[in-house]
């Protein structure tokens, strides 16, 4: 498994690289763009391959483990840059996200996981993909939020003026808050299910409510229009939160006993 891995990750890595090249290279050679285009696509449509042929050898879901959830964080966070680029016509993003994708796959071969079958009966349930990918694609949308908030931070720095009107930023953090929203109803409806309470605040359940809760928070202050710059720098820090979420939680002592330690492999 490490020597697929392996390779489909420096495949996608490589992809990833030559689309960025060829990217940055069509302002003085147009016939670049669409090859680069090809090359980026390739990149997320190999991890995307990776993911489907793992999920055959292990016979479940590739969703337990921060390793695996890694392999989805790496597939879908280019797509957001592609989207931004197609949509608002916002080049730079892209070459971020395929950044953070890279450096993804990378922490994967560096800290490679044992093949394992097993799954919990607890993860045994039709809601454990939902409520998962749907989790996924939200931080991948406010990931893509927060570092689109911190260029117009640096841009109302360097230039001394006011942020107006609508961003980037503000819509993908919306559309990031749904998936968030979708995600703890389903976590809520598996948890009925599988333990018989719909909540128990445990520590993952706790930050997951702090994180839906601090997005909800600038939903709330970009409605009653407080000011723009302001903004940018809550939504920019608000994924900090998330990160505690995602990763900090499962470090925290009062996680040693939670439910969803099986995510620290």
């Known amino acids: 498994m490490t020597i697929d891995f392996n390779t489909a990750a420096i495949v996608s890595i490589a992809c990833w690289a030559t689309g960025s090249l060829l990217s940055l290279l069509r302002h003085r050679i147009p016939a670049l763009k669409h090859p680069g285009t090809v090359f980026s696509f390739a ?133 990031g808050f749904v998936f968030l929203s979708f995600g703890l109803i389903f976590g809520a409806l598996w948890a009925k299910e599988a333990w018989g309470h719909y909540w128990t605040w445990d520590p993952k359940e706790t930050w ?4 839906w809760l601090a997005y909800l928070g600038y939903l709330h202050a970009y409605r009653y229009k407080i000011e723009q710059g302001k903004l940018q720098w809550y939504l920019a820090l608000s994924f900090l939160v998330l990160l505690v979420c995602w990763f900090g939680v499962n470090y925290l002592p009062s996680a040693q006993n939670s439910v969803h330690t099986y995510t620290q492999s």
Not at 142 to 160: C, D, G, P, W
Not at 208 to 211: K, Q, T
């Open 208 to 211: 997951a409510f702090l994180s």
């Open 43 to 175: 990149g997320s449509l190999a991890m995307a391959g990776y993911i489907a042929y793992y999920w055959l050898l292990l016979d479940r879901p590739p969703l337990r483990t921060l390793g695996e959830t890694r392999l989805w964080y790496a597939a879908l966070i280019p797509l957001v840059g592609f989207l931004v680029e197609y949509r608002w016509k916002i080049v730079w993003l892209k070459y971020y996200c395929v950044v953070l994708a890279s450096f993804f796959l990378v922490i994967n071969i560096q800290h490679p996981e044992v093949f394992d079958k097993t799954l919990m009966p607890a993860l045994q349930s039709p809601w454990f993909i939902p409520h998962v990918v749907v989790y996924l694609v939200g931080y991948v949308l406010l990931a893509a939020s927060s570092v689109t908030a911190l260029h117009n931070v640096f841009l109302q720095l360097r230039s001394k003026a006011t942020v107006t009107g609508e961003s980037v930023s503000h819509y993908l953090a919306l559309l």
